[in-house]
């Protein structure tokens, strides 16, 4: 944990360099330069607190209410406008600054300094000082808006935000000398008034979104071939890092496991599976039947929304359940790792419902439009899923399992305890022979045949990674971007047809990125993007679920009907009405192609997804 926060030091340290923090500076060095020694000190720290609360605290909190992504950008627009018009006017500032600098005696001896204006000012300045969030800042965010911000997660977001305030400081002090320099040449107010200014111009500009516009061209600009060589390091300096194993390996600790997966790797490690005459006519021949054990007291549904699939809708209890054997299963239906899982897990319904299994499929939400009940029946109907489902809009059922992923699932004996668990997808066999094991236990003796439904299989020679299409997310999983994602509406000039290597996207025209989806902002827009893949598959939606329709080219060229995906017409063209996944390709193996993907105003992008 220590080295992980030491990686974590460092790299805040390096990203304080990058191109993303430039916009911030302008505004940094002037409210430094302004005020007493101790200034620097008030700003510097005021915005590591709101920097470190904006990517833990905030995180849930926009997560959990739909907080707008903009709404702190706003509080620093009006922070940073007002201090610079305070600065402009010198009686008033000096008005303003004398009941602050009372406060001083419960702080920093500042007399009056500008401490507590600077902590006002740094405050403002950590809500909007964004720096590119590499595999580091990204793990820590991801952890904290899924609900499971630990005192782990607490540190290394502590130190990375402590490793760019260090760098910070320096530019601070810094840009004080030289505004000392300054003072004993101009007379007067000045130097304060210009930096007042300055602090002006810049709420100006982040309020029109012209920061994140400023950083793209300084990222443009030094792209090249995807960052090489030296304009790689100066862009990113903390990459090599960031994505080494060392690191790596250990970001997987910020996200608890489950407890019932943490004591099913334990119970497995010491006691072997030993199957009795009676328990041996229900296993199913070639599979190995997994070992159970008591994992402790299965959760209740907790906090769930809407049921579907129960009489009248009526809520279901793992206490009222008690006696049958219950598979819970965590599942979202944008997800292609749960949607192949699915006809396995209705399969198993279907054979041993009638013996005393009983499927609960908790919807938990990844997008915003899964919280939506109607879709949530839609994709039930779509699935032909005829077991029980129970909306997850807040995660309560989640975290009550300390689930992780999708799909996953818990397999609850008669007695009410969690005997076996399941994450992703594959080793369906000794999933059904564990469920035919512990009906047998609950005194189901003579069990039909194994089942003949199977699920879908992913490709075997699999290259790209699910690529989510938004600010926050798109550089999560290490894909190649010709330009960085950012909040706002902006300008793209990607366009590249052909010859993308896997996991290298671009983006064309104009869009305008929220924190879950990008949207064409006026005339038509594409992705482009390398693959390696049998099939490709996208989360879209259409505002208002108005009937609008996009294009598939592969290569460059139309997509042939022999390769296009369930949703493409011949000519390549689709139509995207509900908010779901849509296929787009489907070829004989996997290949590698460069796909572009073109789209209208009105149809937004989620989420790239491949098997």
Known sequence: ?????????????????????????????????????????????GLGITFAISIVALAQITRGVGLASGATRTLAVVVLIAFGLIMLVPPLAERIQAPLSRLARFGPKTRGSGFWSGLGVGGALGFVCAPCAGPILAAVISVSASGNTSAKVVAVAISYTVGLALVLTVYSIGGRKLMEAARRRFRGNVVEQTLGAVLIITGLVIATNLDVKFERVLANGTSGANHSGLLAFLVDPTNGLENSHAVQSRLNSLRPASRF???????????????????????????????????????????????FNTPGGRSLSITALRGKVVLVDFWTFTCINCIRTLPFI??????????????????????????????????????GLTYPVV????????????????????????????????????????????????????????????????????????????????????????QMWASPLTAGTNAYRGGQPTGLNPNQWEL??????????????????????????????????????????????????????????????????????????????????????????QLPPGISAYDFTFG
């Open 508 to 597: 064309n025209g104009t869009w305008t990125g929220t924190s879950e989806s990008i949207t064409p902002a006026s005339g038509e827009a594409s992705i482009i993007g390398g693959f390696q893949a049998q099939h490709v598959y996208l989360v879209m939606t259409s505002a208002g679920n108005t009937p609008r329709s996009g294009r598939v080219l592969l290569d460059g060229k139309p997509i042939p009907v022999a390769e296009d995906g369930a949703d493409v017409k011949p000519g390549g063209t689709f139509t995207v009405t509900g908010e779901r996944l849509y296929s787009l390709v489907s070829l004989p193996s996997d290949e590698e192609h460069t796909i572009t993907v």
């Open 391 to 478: 909306q997850d809009n807040r995660y309560g059922t989640w975290d009550a399992y300390q689930n992780q992923y999708w799909p996953a699932d818990y397999l609850i004996g008669a007695q009410g305890n969690v005997e076996h668990t399941q994450f992703g997808e594959g080793d369906y066999g000794s999933e059904e022979a564990a469920v035919r094991q512990l009906l047998y236990d609950a005194g189901a003796h003579h069990l039909p045949p194994p089942i003949t439904a199977h699920a879908l299989t992913p490709s075997s020679n699999l290259g790209s990674y699910e690529t989510y299409l938004n600010p926050k997310q798109y550089n999560q999983y290490g």
């Open 346 to 383: 209705e399969g198993l319904y279907k054979t041993y419902h009638p013996d005393g299994l009983e499927i609960v499929g908790i919807e938990t939400p990844e997008f915003t439009f899964e919280q939506v009940a109607g879709n949530v029946q839609q994709a039930i109907k779509a699935d």
């Open 1 to 45: 944990m220590l080295l992980l926060m030491l990686f974590a030091l460092i790299a805040g340290a390096g990203t304080a360099v990058t191109p993303c923090v430039l916009p911030v500076l302008p505004a940094l060095l002037s409210a430094s330069a302004a005020g007493g020694r101790r200034r620097p000190a008030g700003i510097v720290l």
């Open 261 to 307: 997966a943490l004591r099913q790797a334990k119970a497995a490690a010491t006691k072997p599976v030993v199957l009795t005459a009676g328990e041996q006519s229900v296993a199913i021949p070639g599979v190995k039947t997994p070992a159970l054990h008591d994992l402790g007291q299965a959760p209740n549904f907790t906090d769930t929304q809407d049921w």
